[in-house]
């Protein structure tokens, strides 16, 4: 690549891409305004506590502290917690729902880093076992949609994120400092990059990070603000060329002291995801959000104010293009006899359902490419309308 | 103490440190004597060690109570404050100027191992003690030892939230309706020993066991009221309660197999390649058990495999080991002002280990950081390796080091015939320097 010209090169690119009249292939496309954010939600996510099942008799006793405080009622059996209250005008205009007593297929040894793995990975493994391929089943979906380029699918963030990597090319986003070298020592030191196989690809990812890096506002996302300007970043991600985006969002192993721990990271997703609405604009009509996690926790608190690792969990949808306003997927119910090894919220859909309906409303992926190449193992069954 | 070669301090140290020589050859013995060797430049980096802080942890504990930790801090406080400072140097200085450079290698690797990280205030003055008092001492000894000191010391017990673990039959248990907490159970045996071969109800019985830990400014103990009464039943082994059954579970958990796999394939990955040979995994962790979970012996049979030996350099440099790498070539311990380059006030590695992905003593889940090259890999992460460079490149390059030769002390025959042309092709000899510190032949170790 000539270094020199990349820039100008990008910027070609880009407007080609944003606009519809003159490429054909996004033309061509119908669906080419959808859009999809998945959010890892790493350290499993208490499903119990964020969206609380307070008209099963049970669940008051399980949480004889978590579930104190008052939070905004979602229907007249769940409760969102107090602190995802700056969802709830999604939620009132239909475009905030959730999955509950959801669970990817592993079920052997609650550890967060398989956990986390099979999630991104996909495989329907009770152990966890990655695919062969050891990718990202965002990546393989990705192969799967016509009109894809290198640019459609993009991981925001400092780390690499499993759900994109594969074989199918993806950017990855971040903002980055202004270089001082000189064009030849840059030309120099790309050479070098470019011969190495484990450098070449993120040498050249890093390169177009810097050409992107003016324009853009703020640097570095870190401290309070650092959720809604994630938020911000992905939107204008997804309002160049790309259509697919993921981020991590870590935080969520709370062994004590849940219920401070809760709030802030609620009120961290909150923001994301409000800032995301507010940066895609009208696009946010053709969005589809999706946070998922490896695991739900314990149904019962335990001894210091938290939850252990556990099963069942909770998916977080929201987005124009969805069809909120509803809590989906079939409640198994609290007593001894429900609960999952006699401990844990017993999983009744399997969690990669949601992205494949989603994949399948938005991007055209065809059902038995989803139960096989990109799920295997995934029975589909019924979409439950998920979006509009 | 005999130098190096510059294959054997880089691939088991942090690479060539300026103004030493390098030794011949591959000598594994030359290395072994590392793990024992004073290193008087590496020990002027020490840091108080728990006993000195306890009181200075209960001081700031009293200001912070009083709420007068920032506006009125009492001596304690402000004392435990320039510690915590020195802490934040000591990851990088110490090795940019030691010696003995497998063995702060090795410091490193047990402490990611077992990790413990800074999360919140009262962590900070925990984790560098950790790493000096229950790690460093036991690199050279038993595995089972280092797990016991790691198990009980007050990093670990807060990290892994057993602090406040109960017995559900305990006396505080059934008074007060508490309950475990099975987070560090399920992390010893998943993260620091097995990795595999024990299910739910190991942990939640380990759990049992292990409630009532405490381990404060008293020292370490069970305490009464948190234990669970009975017996407990991990690993078909049966344990009772007190500190002296958990230290023989902890003994039994080292001697198992799985333990010694698990433990002999993260030193082989770490060191030799992120799919390390199979027959040297075998061999080290049969070398293991024959030994009574000795890691000494382990290392030799690492370092005279073949593969410890070879010139092709597998594996990637951490942010860490590329910082501390960069540090030792200019003769910089990363304290140092007014570099050009850099600030006036200083390199500020603290801002940026964050940039480069390894915020100091902050890894990002028990697991500790990745071990594996992709992880290191990522766009911006590379970007922020060219950045470091850039600057390095004007600290050391705008004194007039020769790229030229600064590369051959740093790769010497490593380097490939394109690095040296690209190192001397540059039109600046700090470019040159950046060139040589921004190149993949740098970033592999």
């Not at chain 2, 440099?317 to 200083?346: N, Q």
């Amino acid at each position: 690549m000539d270094l020199l010209l990349s820039r100008r090169a990008f910027l070609i690119g880009c407007s080609a891409a944003a606009s519809p009249l003159v490429t054909p292939v996004t033309f061509a496309q119908a669906k080419g305004e959808n859009r999809l954010v998945v959010i890892v939600l790493r350290g499993a996510m208490d499903g119990l506590d964020v969206v609380r099942p307070t008209g099963d008799l049970g669940f008051a006793a399980l949480r004889p502290t978590l579930a104190a405080g008052q939070g905004p009622a979602l229907n007249d059996f769940f409760t969102l917690h107090p602190a995802a209250e700056p969802l709830m005008p999604l939620w009132r205009a239909g475009e905030l729902g959730f999955a509950h007593a959801t669970a990817t297929p592993y079920r052997q040894g609650r550890s967060h880093f398989v956990g986390q793995d099979a999630l991104e990975n996909g495989t329907d493994a009770l152990d966890g076992t990655p695919t062969q391929a050891h990718d990202g089943w965002l990546n393989r979906a990705l192969g799967l949609i016509p009109g894809a380029h290198a640019e459609t699918g993009v991981s925001v963030g400092q780390q690499r994120l499993l759900l994109l990597e594969g074989a199918t090319p993806t950017d990855h986003w971040f903002p980055v400092d202004e270089s001082p070298l000189s064009p030849q020592g840059l030309q120099l030191i790309a050479a070098l990059n470019e011969a190495d196989p484990l450098f070449a690809a993120p040498f050249a990812q890093a390169q177009r990070l810097a050409d992107t890096a003016d324009g853009m506002t703020g640097g570095v996302p870190r401290g309070k603000g650092q959720y809604r300007q994630l938020g911000t970043y992905v939107a204008q991600r997804l309002l160049g060329p790309s259509r697919i985006a993921s981020f991590s969002f870590g935080g969520w192993d709370m062994h004590k002291d849940q219920a401070r721990a809760m709030a802030g990271q609620l009120g961290g997703l909150s923001d994301a995801i409000v800032a995301l609405k507010e940066g895609l604009g009208a696009a946010w009509g053709t969005t589809l959000v999706l946070g998922i996690t490896e695991f739900g926790r314990t149904a019962r608190e335990n001894g210091t104010g938290g939850t252990d690792h556990g099963t069942g969990g909770l998916a977080i949808l929201a987005g124009g293009a969805l069809r909120g306003g509803q809590v989906f997927g079939k409640w198994p119910g609290l007593g001894e006899s429900a609960l999952f090894e006699s401990r844990d919220l017993m999983p009744t859909t399997d969690v990669r359902s949601y992205p494949a309906w989603a994949l399948q409303a938005l991007f055209g992926v065809s059902g038995a490419d989803l139960e096989t190449r990109v799920f295997p193992g995934l029975d589909l069954d019924r979409d439950p309308g998920l979006v509009l | 103490m005999d130098a190096p070669s510059l294959i054997e301090d880089i691939r088991f140290g942090f690479g060539p440190l300026a103004g030493r020589a390098p030794g011949p050859g591959y000598d594994a013995d030359r290395l072994m004597a590392q793990l024992t060797a004073p290193d008087a430049p590496a020990d002027q980096w020490a840091t108080p060690g728990l006993a000195e802080r306890w009181p200075l942890i209960e001081a700031y504990t009293a200001d912070r109570k009083a709420k007068v930790h920032k506006t009125n801090p009492s001596a304690g406080t402000l004392r435990l404050a320039e510690i915590e400072a020195q802490d934040l140097q000591v990851w990088l200085s110490r090795p940019a100027v030691a010696l003995c450079g497998f063995r702060e290698r090795l410091a490193n690797l047990w402490a990611n191992r077992i990790t413990v990280a800074i999360q919140g205030a009262a962590l900070r003055p925990l984790v560098p003690p950790f790493r000096d008092e229950a790690i460093r001492p036991h690199i050279t000894g038993r595995l089972a030892d280092m797990l016991k000191a790691t198990l009980w010391h007050p990093a670990m017990q807060l990290f892994l939230t057993q602090v406040q673990s109960v017995g559900p039959n305990s006396r505080q248990g059934k008074k007060r309706n508490k309950g475990l907490n099975e987070n560090l159970a399920r992390e010893f045996l998943e993260l620091h020993t097995m990795g595999r071969g024990y299910t739910q109800t190991d942990v939640t019985e380990l759990a049992k066991l292990l409630a009532g830990m405490k381990h404060d400014a008293e020292g370490p103990r069970v305490e009464d009221a948190r234990q669970e009464p009975g017996e407990k039943l991990i690993l078909g082994q049966t344990y009772q309660t007190g500190a002296a059954e958990i230290d023989r579970l902890v003994e039994d958990v080292a001697h198992r197999p799985e333990t010694a796999e698990a433990t002999a394939f993260y030193l082989a990955r770490h060191f030799i390649a992120d799919e390390p040979p199979a027959d040297l995994v075998a061999t080290m962790a049969r070398a293991y058990l024959d030994h009574d979970t000795a890691l000494t012996p382990v290392y030799r049979v690492m370092l005279t495999h073949p593969a410890a030996r070879a010139s092709e350099r597998a594996k990637l440099r951490s942010p860490h080991e590329y910082v501390v790498a960069s540090l030792r070539l200019g003769g910089l311990t990363g304290t140092e002002a007014g570099l050009r380059g850099f600030r006036k006030d200083g390199m500020k590695l603290e801002d940026r280990m964050k940039k480069l992905g390894q915020p100091i003593y902050e890894a990002p889940s028990p697991e500790g950081w990745p071990e594996t090259a992709a992880e290191w890999l990522s766009p911006p992460m590379v970007s922020a390796r060219l950045d470091w460079a850039i600057d390095m490149g004007r600290a050391i390059g705008t004194n007039g080091a020769d790229p030229r030769e600064l590369a051959d002390f740093a790769l010497g025959d490593l380097a490939s015939p394109m690095l040296r042309r690209a190192v001397a092709g540059a039109e600046q000899k700090w470019e040159g320097v950046t060139v040589l510190l921004s190149s993949p032949d740098f970033s592999r170790r």
